[in-house]
Nanobody, 123 residues
């Protein structure tokens, strides 16, 4: 079992920044590829970003490249999502997820999920 706890969400004005954190516990963090997903009301959960086991490879949704940055600190068992120049359309619940060995852009491929953190961007 892997337990994931997100933090760092909140209310921010358009153009602002937030940094989300996801703390993991329970298993060897460095054995898991980590992903961030988001879900807005009435919409399907969508891929935001993911990072490889060691952090050397990162992948982003095309629409978010240049504004969001994923990183991880295996010594702290934590993955981060830095979000800059936020827009109202970024409003959603953001989830981190863990997948053993390799990542995926598809949310159903992930077994472990956090409870989510709300991000609201006002115009």
């Amino acid at each position: 079992q892997v337990q994931l706890v997100e933090s760092g969400g909140g209310l921010v004005q358009a153009g602002g920044s937030l940094r989300l954190s996801c703390a993991a516990s329970g298993r060897t963090f460095s054995s898991y590829a980590m992903g961030w997903f988001r879900q807005a009301p009435g919409k399907e959960r969508e891929f935001v970003a993911r990072i490889s086991l060691g952090g050397g490879r990162t992948y982003y949704a095309d629409s978010l490249k240049g504004r969001f940055t994923i990183s991880r600190d295996n010594a702290k068992d934590t993955v981060y999502l830095q979000m800059n120049n936020l827009k109202p359309e970024d409003t959603a619940v953001y989830y981190c997820a863990a997948r053993l060995n390799s990542g995926s852009d598809y949310y159903r491929d992930y077994r472990y999920w956090g409870q989510g953190t709300q991000v609201t961007v006002s115009s």
